[in-house]
């Protein structure tokens, strides 16, 4: 119940403050979205957003590394991003994918939902 009330409210802090310190560090993605497409110059930010969100979900993990999946064009409002990020806990390493939904237009956050990747 606690998790329900404080990602919003961490998201609309996050986004309000410009991003914060993110613990992970942020690099060029190891793989390009898609044969010949450009990346977006604004993946770094929602990048940002996936790693907190993460971070929320398992706090006593490490998050040592993430790659960008892509961008896709839902509605002219609608976007999502998707990255899939390695967690590493005392027991095992995992890989869990985190999708961003937002407005493109706004640059405002819509929704997200992180899974761990069988």
């Known amino acids: 119940m606690v998790k329900r009330i404080l990602i919003p409210i961490f998201c609309s802090m996050f986004l309000l403050a410009g991003g914060g310190v993110v613990g992970a560090q942020l690099k060029q993605p190891q793989k390009q979205p898609q044969q010949g497409q450009q990346l977006p110059t604004d993946y770094e930010k929602w990048s940002k957003m996936a790693i907190e969100v993460a971070k929320l979900n398992y706090p006593d993990s490490r998050i040592s590394d993430y790659q960008y999946k892509g961008r896709e064009e839902i509605t002219d409002k609608q976007s999502k991003d998707t990255f899939e990020l390695t967690v590493q806990s005392k027991d095992r390493t995992f890989k869990a994918k985190v ?19 069988k």
């Open 99 to 117: 999708m961003i939904l937002f407005n493109p237009q706004t640059e405002s956050l819509l929704s997200f939902s992180i899974e761990e990747v």
